[in-house]
C-alpha cells in the first residue's frame, strides 16, 4: 500500500496570520480502498501561548506528481472553536476527542466541555457520530 501524504506539505485552509500552520497529530489509513492511504491531520496555528483551535482535515495525494497533498475533506473547521486531543484511526473511522467552551466567559486556556466523536467512512463519505457532551473537562 502506498503511505499518506505527508501533511507537513500541506497547505490548509487556515488563516493563521503572521504565525504558521502547525500539524500537531496525523494518522493514515486507506478510507476509500485504492491501495493508496490517505492523511488524516490535526492542524492549528502555531501560538506562543494559549489554545488555538484545531482542524481536522482528511488529506488525499497530489492530483500530479510532485504536487501538494490535497485537502479532501474537513472534519473540523477551526472556525468552530474546537481543540482536538486524541486522534486516533481505526479501519475507516476516525476518532477524536473535540473540547470547547460552554460560555464566552471561559477562559481559552481551560476548554470546559467535552465531546468524543467519530467520524466513519461510510457510502463514499464521512458520516459523523457524536457521544453526548461532557458537563465538564
Not at 3 to 8: E, F, R, V
Not at 96 to 120: I, K, M, Q, T
Request: proline fraction near 9%; charge should be negative.
Amino acid at each position: 500500500m502506498t503511505p499518506g501524504p505527508d501533511a507537513d506539505t500541506a497547505r490548509y485552509p487556515l488563516d493563521c496570520g503572521p504565525v504558521e500552520a502547525e500539524v500537531v497529530d496525523r494518522a493514515a489509513v486507506d478510507f476509500d480502498g485504492d491501495g493508496r492511504a490517505e492523511t488524516v491531520a490535526v492542524v492549528r496555528c502555531a501560538a506562543g501561548i494559549g489554545t488555538p483551535p484545531s482542524g481536522v482535515y482528511v488529506l488525499a495525494h497530489p492530483a500530479r506528481e510532485g504536487g501538494r497533498p490535497r485537502v479532501a475533506e474537513t472534519l473540523v473547521d477551526p472556525e468552530e472553536g474546537m481543540t482536538v486531543q486524541d486522534l486516533t484511526v481505526r479501519d475507516r473511522t476516525v476518532f477524536a476527542r473535540l473540547l470547547g467552551y460552554s460560555s464566552p466567559d471561559v477562559p481559552r486556556c481551560c476548554p470546559d466541555r467535552a465531546r468524543d466523536v467519530e467520524w466513519e467512512w461510510r457510502g463514499g463519505k464521512f458520516v459523523l457520530e457524536a457521544a453526548p457532551t461532557a458537563r465538564s473537562v
